[in-house]
């Protein structure tokens, strides 16, 4: 089965965009169950706010790299029909899915169609690496991999700003693969291989050019 994700930078009020996303894949299904992994952060104050925003439309299980047995991850990621991962700092995010041996398993699920919801952290490692995140790498890990799902990196929280896009640009002195840059706001469809902007501002940053500005629903080429 193809890619099915919706990536965004911001989750909108009161989850509105992420409920917007994930409800066509629960509407129809007798006990929909949504994968929750809140693992950029280190807090639980979401917990309760997000299982009430999901009230009605799904269960939501959640995924704990720090107390969970593998087999108790992945039997979660099984019975799921959408997995939400949420904001955070990435590199805590890609830390804890390495450490505790997930991130492998969960590509394969998405690879095979497992609608993913993610916004901020996230999106960001939807990529083949996480280099491009703002965030600090307060775990120390030597674990920068994404899930490499898509051949683009993103950028969360996009400003566009000059010295931001220099700093960017660094990033392709050393990686060949282009930047999607999304401002607060913004919503990315992956349907298979196609790629597109679906609503706010984005651009696609590539070695050795000038940022281009998406049009919404036009295919992101690399």
Known sequence: MPLNLHLFSTPGDELRDVLEACRPHLIHKSEPLVAYLPLASL?????EYT???FKGLARLETVNTETMTFSEMEDILR?????????GNTF?????????QLMAYLRKKLQAGLPLVAFSAGAILCGPNILTSRDMNMVETPQFGGLNLLPFNFHAHYDDDVDLDDWLSDYH?????PVIL???GAYLRVDGKKTSLV???????RRGQEKEKLIPGNEVKV
Do not use: M
């Open 173 to 177: 002195v050393f990686q060949p693969n």
């Open 79 to 87: 019975r799921a029909h959408v997995v939400f991962i949420p904001g």
């Open 199 to 205: 609503r706010g501002e984005a651009w696609v940053l």
């Open 51 to 53: 299982e009430k925003a």
């Open 43 to 47: 807090s639980t104050r979401w917990q």
């Open 182 to 184: 999304l401002e607060d």
């Open 92 to 100: 805590l995010l890609a830390h804890r899915l390495h450490a505790s």
